[in-house]
């Protein structure tokens, strides 16, 4: 079956380092891959996709890059803030229609 | 615009007691999921419709009925609550921005079944 791994441990880093976190996925070929923020008692928002043809994408402070040989994607938070520590999600999407196979998150905590 | 709107924000439940989630988008997306989120285990979909009339079984359907009342709502039915349906609830709708599915979350309905 279709397995998204993340980074299971909580990531904790120093304010102004890149916090680097982790997708892997099996038995799937997507066609594409998003990446999405969640903080406490919210729901997921939105920050990038990246298509299987593209191998990285940039916006702002974060960059994403999708390896489909090794079946990874790594997502990056350059200049790492306080504000930036909440709960990312990858989430893999196919050719036919909406549907998206969420990993199960991974925490990241910056500090000051 | 108020995107996705979900109700009721909590709710406890006895079990075999029933209940409906309401969801509502103002985007005109015409697909709309109900998903469930469990400590470890991510988001799993429940249902999906991926346009109004329509109406399909996620990965975690047991349990649970849906209604695509119209474009903008789709509603999530608990016949008969059980414990194991403690969880949080997040309905979500995408629409197409050229080749992007990017799904809008609303902020979750928590429920607890005792």
């Known amino acids: 079956s279709q397995k998204i791994e993340q980074n299971s441990e909580a990531l904790n880093i120093q304010e102004g380092k890149t916090a680097t976190l982790t997708c892997n996925y099996t038995n799937y070929s997507p066609a594409y891959l998003q990446w999405y923020r969640q903080d406490p008692g919210r729901g997921p928002v939105f920050l990038l996709l990246i298509r299987e043809n593209e191998k990285e994408k940039r916006k702002e402070r974060l960059k994403v890059t999708f390896d489909t040989t090794l079946k990874q994607s790594l997502f990056h938070i350059t200049a790492s803030q306080p504000a930036d520590s909440a709960t990312y999600l990858c989430a893999l999407g196919g050719n036919q229609g909406g549907k998206l196979i969420f990993g199960q998150g991974t925490e990241l905590s910056v500090k000051p | 615009n108020a995107g996705v709107t979900q109700t009721p924000k909590f709710q406890v439940l006895k079990t075999g007691q029933s209940m409906t989630l309401q969801c509502a988008q103002d985007?005109?997306?015409?697909?709309m999921y109900w998903y469930r989120q469990d400590p470890g285990m991510g988001l799993r979909l429940i249902y999906y419709s991926a346009s109004e009339g329509t109406t399909d079984k996620g990965e975690v359907p047991n349990g649970y009925n849906v209604s695509r009342l119209n474009k903008r709502e789709f509603s999530l039915r608990l016949e008969s609550a059980a414990p194991s349906q403690t969880s949080v609830y997040f309905c979500?709708?995408?629409?197409?921005?050229?080749?992007?599915?990017?799904?809008?979350f609303g902020p979750g309905t928590r429920l607890l079944v005792l």
């Open positions: 985007m005109n997306h015409n697909s």
């Open positions: 979500a709708s995408s629409g197409r921005q050229g080749y992007q599915e990017t799904q809008y």
